[in-house]
């Protein structure tokens, strides 16, 4: 079992820029994919990025991509997402997630990949 704790979010303006953080936290001896995801009001869960275990492969949704960098701390247990250039649309409760995996280096994009969540963060960009 991992437990995940997301921190950073607030309120900000378009265009402003801000860093969430995830830690993790039990069993973190094991190698562990990470993603980011959203659930905007009134709407499902939403992939936003994804990160390897080593941190060597990523990706992104569209909507983030040149926007959004997502990266990981292996010793300190921890993943970031850092978010520029925020939109209004970028509102939303932003959730960490982590799926164990065994010699896969690659990234999940799935809501149903994952087996660990936080509780979320939320984030609101005002325009």
């Known amino acids: 079992q991992v437990q995940l704790v997301e921190s950073g979010g607030g309120l900000v303006q378009a265009g402003d820029s801000l860093r969430l953080s995830c830690a993790a936290s039990?069993?973190?001896?094991?190698?562990?994919?990470m993603g980011w995801f959203r659930r905007a009001p009134g709407k499902g869960r939403e992939f936003v990025a994804g990160?390897?275990?080593?941190?060597?492969?990523?990706n992104y949704a569209d909507s983030v991509k040149g926007r959004f960098t997502i990266s990981r701390d292996n010793a300190k247990n921890t993943l970031y997402l850092q978010m520029n250039t925020l939109k209004p649309e970028d509102t939303a409760v932003y959730y960490c997630?982590?799926?164990?995996?065994?010699?896969?280096?690659?990234?999940?994009?799935?809501?149903?990949?994952?087996?660990?969540w936080g509780q979320g963060t939320q984030v609101t960009v005002s325009s």
């Open positions: 997630a982590a799926r164990r995996v065994r010699n896969y280096s690659g990234t999940y994009s799935v809501v149903e990949d994952y087996d660990y």
């Open positions: 039990g069993r973190t001896d094991s190698s562990y994919a």
């Open positions: 990160i390897g275990w080593s941190g060597g492969n990523t």
